[in-house]
């Protein structure tokens, strides 16, 4: 069982900044990669970032240079720092467990990029 609970979306206007962050239970939290996901309106969800379990971050296209993901496994916590921010960034942000056999997702936590 695993339980991740995001924070730290809201309202910020384009070129600005958000910290959200995800805390996840379990004392398997540092053995799996943790996953950001973002659902934008009328959109599928999309995976936006990957901490590995290796220490490794990864990202796709449309974030590069602006998101930075990063865990302290010691808190069980997951961070997506999100700069530069575009109204396209408009979405929910999901953060995401998968193992062997599940998807765990937490509830979600809204950011508006807008004037």
């Known amino acids: 069982q695993v339980q991740l609970v995001e924070s730290g979306g809201g309202l910020v206007q384009p070129g600005g900044s958000l910290r959200l962050s995800c805390a996840a239970s379990?004392?398997?939290?540092?053995?799996?990669?943790i996953n950001w996901y973002r659902q934008r309106p009328g959109k599928e969800r999309e995976l936006v970032a990957v901490a590995t379990v290796g220490g490794a971050a990864t990202y796709e296209d449309f974030v590069k240079g602006r998101f930075t993901i990063s865990r302290d496994n010691a808190k069980n916590m997951v961070y997506l720092q999100m700069n530069s921010l575009k109204p396209e960034d408009t979405a929910v942000y999901y953060c995401n467990v998968a193992t062997w056999d599940k998807q765990f997702w937490g509830q979600g936590t809204q950011v508006t990029v807008s004037s």
């Open positions: 379990g004392s398997i939290f540092s053995a799996y990669n």
